[in-house]
């Protein structure tokens, strides 16, 4: 599956609403993950994320196999390091943490990834990943040892969106991270919206379906849930 980048392109200039599942492999076992899969064809999902911050596990390429043989949804990694990359994905998001200045996530385990990639089909999506202050610290903040950014500085966060836009990043991320209490401020998902020319993903401390509406009248382009899906599978029942 190719043209990811471009589908997400036209959902900007349609106003098309996507959402994106994120799974986290570390929660998955392969045995739950053909349930997951019906059950994530049963929602509005349009795409779907494998990752995590800390996942070191051997199964990630077997559970990606299973989701794509009981799910026709686009499979997307979303890696928390260059170990994370399995070649049965149909993209990833090339990560680059914008927010924080530890040089391992800046660019060392892009540098380490690209071996591996070379041997892949896959669609490499360069990606800015903006982590914003939640009210608690996330597993992101343990592992890339850096801060996020104020929630309540909407202007920095919106400069620090452009800069990787004029760079070259493809797409935007504002992350609230994994469990978050408090989602990215709507806007400040406003402001970077006008700011920015490309693709606004918003995720972290999304918890219900006003929150994703929310979020989309705000400006995203894409909207991931993690936790809530993994501890509501019927969430959009």
Do not use: W
Request: aromatic share 6%.
């Amino acid at each position: 599956m190719k043209d990811i980048y471009q589908n997400l392109l036209s959902a900007v200039y349609q106003n098309k609403k996507l959402l994106a599942i994120l799974l986290d492999p570390d929660k998955l076992d392969l045995e739950q993950t053909k349930e997951v899969a019906s059950k994530i064809n049963q929602s509005p999902a349009t795409h779907i994320f494998v990752g995590g911050s800390s996942f070191n596990g051997n199964h990630l390429c077997d559970l990606i196999r299973i989701i794509k043989r009981n799910s026709p949804l686009p499979i997307l990694l979303f890696p928390g390091n260059s170990n994370q990359i399995s070649a049965e994905a149909d993209g990833i998001l090339f990560l680059q943490l914008l927010s924080g200045r530890n040089p391992d996530y800046l660019i060392e385990h892009q540098i380490k990834s690209v071996p591996v990639l070379e041997k892949t089909n896959l669609e490499i999506i360069s990606t800015g990943y903006i982590l914003i202050e939640s009210g608690s610290e996330t597993a992101v903040e343990r592992v890339s040892r850096t801060k996020p950014l104020d929630r309540r500085n909407h202007d920095f966060v919106s400069q620090t969106a452009k800069a990787g836009e004029l760079i070259g990043n493809k797409l935007i991320y504002l992350e609230a991270g994994s469990g978050a209490i408090n989602a990215v401020p709507l806007e400040m998902i406003s402001n970077v919206a006008k700011r920015i020319s490309i693709p606004l993903i918003v995720g972290g401390g999304i918890r219900s379906r006003k929150a994703i509406d929310d979020a989309f009248n705000a400006g995203a382009t894409m909207v991931v849930i993690g936790t809530a899906f993994e501890n509501y599978p019927n969430f959009f029942d």
